[in-house]
């Protein structure tokens, strides 16, 4: 197991890595168009928690307006997943750029420099958020048993159909249950697809 885990650290690592290096215009053409389409910055720091409750800072592309975290609380009642998550279909705080990159996951990429550090995997259960987490149930804190990864069975299996986080979390366990190097290289390739598909949101 222990090699098992040096091989996916590894993978992680060159991956990230290279695309970082290769998508280097991308990010510079996309930090560009969210300063220039609406106010605040490029990039929204993320706290989240990782593997066994430590906390970390990510980062996104910044997808919403300014202001989004503090305007949450007051949409609680429009919330369409039970559980801790916040989820809603059109939600308002969303930009009309910040729709496109979350349809092609474009939004998700400077997290590659989390998995470059270590934070994250490429694959792995999605990290909550610390407020979030703060509500988790002993159930739900199981799947903070591994390391947090970019993309989860949940992002490739029924994303827009899930409203219960339970049943997210179900398949964060499936995942961790059956993990091996090739259930990874798996769920990397449909990501792949849902990326390249737009169907990231």
């Known amino acids: 197991m222990k090699l098992k885990l040096a091989i996916k650290r590894l993978m992680d690592a060159v991956l990230s890595a290279v695309l970082l290096i290769l998508l280097a215009p991308v990010f510079a053409t996309i930090a560009i168009l969210v300063k220039a389409t609406s106010r605040g910055p490029a990039l929204f720091p993320c706290d989240?928690?990782?593997k066994d409750g430590r906390p970390f800072r990510g980062y996104k592309f910044r997808s919403m307006v300014t202001g989004a975290d503090e305007l949450e609380a007051s949409m609680q009642?429009?919330?369409e997943m039970t559980g801790p998550a916040f989820?809603?279909?059109n939600d308002p705080r969303v930009t009309p750029l910040g729709r496109v990159l979350r349809k092609y996951s474009l939004d998700e990429l400077p997290q590659l420099w989390s998995v470059l550090k270590g934070d994250l995997s490429l694959?792995?259960?999605r990290p909550p958020r610390a407020h979030e987490y703060a509500q988790f149930t002993d159930f739900q804190r199981q799947k903070m048993a591994v390391k947090p990864g970019i993309t989860c069975l949940w992002q490739v299996e029924g994303r827009h159909m899930i409203s219960d986080y339970d049943?997210?979390?179900e398949r964060d366990l499936d995942y961790i249950r059956r993990w091996s190097l090739?259930?990874?290289i798996?769920?990397?390739a449909r990501t792949a697809l849902v990326v390249i598909r737009g169907t990231g949101i």
């Open 48 to 50: 989240w928690i990782g």
């Open 186 to 188: 798996q769920i990397l």
């Open 167 to 169: 049943e997210w979390v």
């Open 123 to 125: 694959v792995g259960p």
């Open 77 to 79: 009642h429009q919330n």
């Open 182 to 184: 090739w259930l990874d």
């Open 87 to 89: 989820k809603l279909t």
